[in-house]
């Protein structure tokens, strides 16, 4: 198998150990009811679902939806700039879904939208937000907003309040954790 080969295919096995795990979830928690992978579902407006890596239906009728991204080139963090075309999908499945929320998963870093994201979480509310922004934090929050200009009803703010970035450990650190979860739900995990 060609080198791109195997590094599509283990991009495959990353996003199904991801959706391996929500599974699991499901079958623990009676608040999630379903999941599709490269999801072909539509939402209300009976569009296809735009972040459909990983997909989970909620008992109340809202979703979670998972982008999963192994690694980025050379290991670098990930960008506003490399991230621009599925933030755009995650503002616009927001703004059409707005009790849903998105999980982007890596196994490498979010850099500075995780830095942004994590200082959202000490702030009370989109005004404090924005006001409050260090330079570094503004030239983050300003790429941004200037991907999802033109969509109603999603700031910066609405967008990464219901957007977390989920960092994971190796493959086959992964594939072991969901056989001891497993373990616990059957008698023959493997």
């Not at 991230?83 to 998105?102: I, Y």
């Not at 870093?109 to 942004?116: D, Q, R």
């Amino acid at each position: 198998m060609s080198l791109a080969g195997v590094r599509s295919n283990r991009g495959d096995s990353y996003q199904t150990s991801v959706a391996f795990d929500w599974a699991l979830n499901i079958l623990s928690n009676d608040k999630y009811q379903w999941l599709e992978i490269d999801s072909t579902s539509s939402d209300a407006s009976e569009s296809p679902i735009s972040v459909d890596d990983v997909v989970i239906g909620l008992t109340d009728g809202s979703m979670i939806c998972c982008q999963c991204k192994k690694n980025q080139n050379d290991f670098k963090p990930w960008s506003v700039a490399d991230l621009g075309n599925e933030l755009v999908k995650t503002a616009r499945f927001m703004a059409d879904n707005p009790k849903s929320q998105v999980i982007f998963y890596t196994r490498g870093s979010f850099g500075a939208l995780a830095k942004l994201r994590e200082y959202l979480a000490t702030q009370p509310d989109d005004v404090a937000y924005q006001t409050s922004l260090t330079k570094d934090h503004q030239k983050t929050d300003t790429a941004l907003a200037r991907l999802i200009t033109g969509i109603p009803g999603i700031s910066t703010y609405e967008l990464l309040r219901r957007t977390t970035f989920e960092i994971s450990p190796e493959i086959e650190r992964m594939q072991e954790f969901l056989i001891e979860r497993l373990d616990r739900l059957i008698s023959n995990a493997e």
